[in-house]
């Protein structure tokens, strides 16, 4: 190296030494991380992949700045910067030409995605709280770009981008299962403490359960992969046995029944059942369940089992609507969702503003031991009835649409895909997907990044995979 560079590069750190000691003298300590916001700067300029796979790793290693009580300010770090200078990437990129391959913008789920968003910005402007739904619609926006776009870019361009996506979130993802159970071991695996050992990575043990379900699919698809060595097969066992304990000590009842749900879809898919067959039973099923409700609440209300430590039991409470207060809770805020649906059938009350609104909606005989009137008691734990009262009609029409092409992407990429350990973790992460939208009735998390990294890019791998069958269908075709 020149002398003169040598020089230079001594006066830049003497310079940020300087600073840094002023920094510190006034309690400003931010100044520490210039370098590392250098190094992330030029990794999006230069090695924009590699940026990309460092962010998902640390999806589930990131902290929200509200658990660390630090202003009250719900930010994830490190990931939610990072994904703000991404969206400002793809725009700065979007007034230059297509910013990602512009076969993914042509595909008819971007369009679907599209119009949601366009949807979601309209409520916007007739939000009940519009700084909310602002930092809603903007929080969408870059989990979009950035595990959907961004990454489906990756997906179509580096095929092994496939499996390191879902190994980079499932690697450090195990590492926070390790420390929840070396805490949860200090409480003696409690029912009641696994519900927040492990913050501050997840903010509580259903989100945690619902990442876990999402990534045990697509772990076991992986391990049907002949290219790897005995000692990659041996990773992924261990990998997958510390998800499947971690699954098992979250106590997240919704997780169980997803991964059994799709474990019947699995099967009823190898034995032949085609989507309109599995669309039909399931449109039966629920005319069964809507004329027979009636009874069918009476039976489950004869169930009276709380939830407890022992699994067995904890198992049986799933159907308690008679005693147990969390599932009880969740008719509270279903029925509030509802009654806030019917006074704004249109537009919704706006993009997350329900947790500052439902209260009112609340009727006295739904009420529980853990209801609240603040604006501290969550959203209305379900990805379905929670878009119905924030956007209105159309809101709950958007996320059926995504149900239904994750159904149809599913089924169309089993069909059109010829490499077969493409075709499995293909499966891997149809189901993994599915496993989400089961959870969903439940429960709903896209407005973080934990859950939007999966289900963002899962649906990018499924869309690249229906690309790619297309692709190799019309070259058959001519030839």
Known sequence: MPASKH????????????????????????????????????????????LVLVLVAAVPLSINLEELELGGLGVYLPTEPLLAGLLLLFVFRSVRGWPVDARLFRHPFTWWI???????????????????????????????????????????????????????????LCVVVIYTMIRHAGFGFEKDAGHWVMKPFYKDHTSYGAALAMVI?????????????????????????ILVVGIILSYTRAAWVSLV???LLWGLIKVGFRLRTLLTIGAVLLGFVWIAQDALLIQLQRNDQDSSDDLTEHVESISNVSSDASNLERLNRWNAALAMFQERPLTGWGGGTYQFVYAPFQRAQDRT????????????????????????????????????????LG?????????????????????????????????????????????WGYFALLVVWDLHATSEQSDSATT
């Open 7 to 50: 020089n230079s590069a001594y006066l830049a750190i003497g310079l940020y030494a300087v600073a840094l000691a002023v920094s510190v003298h006034f309690d400003f300590h931010w100044l520490a991380l210039l370098p590392v916001v250098g190094l992330v700067a030029w990794m999006a300029f230069s090695r924009l992949n590699a």
């Open 114 to 172: 599209g119009l949601s968003l366009v949807w979601i910005f309209l409520t916007t402007l007739v939000s009940s709280f519009p700084l909310v739904s602002v930092k809603f619609l903007v929080a969408r926006l870059w989990f979009v770009v950035g595990f959907f776009f961004i990454l489906g870019h990756f997906f179509l361009h580096h095929p092994k981008w496939r499996h390191q996506y879902v190994l980079a979130y499932a690697l450090p």
């Open 217 to 241: 699919p697509p772990i076991i698809a992986l391990l049907t992969w002949r290219r790897f060595s005995s000692f990659m097969k041996a990773i992924l066992v261990l990998t997958l046995s």
């Open 261 to 263: 749900a799709v474990g």
């Open 369 to 408: 031991i853990i209801s609240t009137n603040n604006a501290d008691g969550g959203n209305a734990h379900s990805e379905y009835l929670g878009p119905l009262a924030e956007q209105g009609v159309l809101g709950l029409v958007f996320v059926l649409g995504l149900l239904g092409f994750c159904l149809h």
């Open 411 to 455: 089924f169309r990429v089993q069909n059109g895909l010829h490499d077969p350990e493409q075709r499995a973790l293909a499966m891997g992460i149809f189901l993994g997907l599915m496993t989400y939208f089961v959870h969903g009735v439940l429960n709903n998390y896209l407005d973080t990044d934990k859950a939007s990294a999966l289900f």
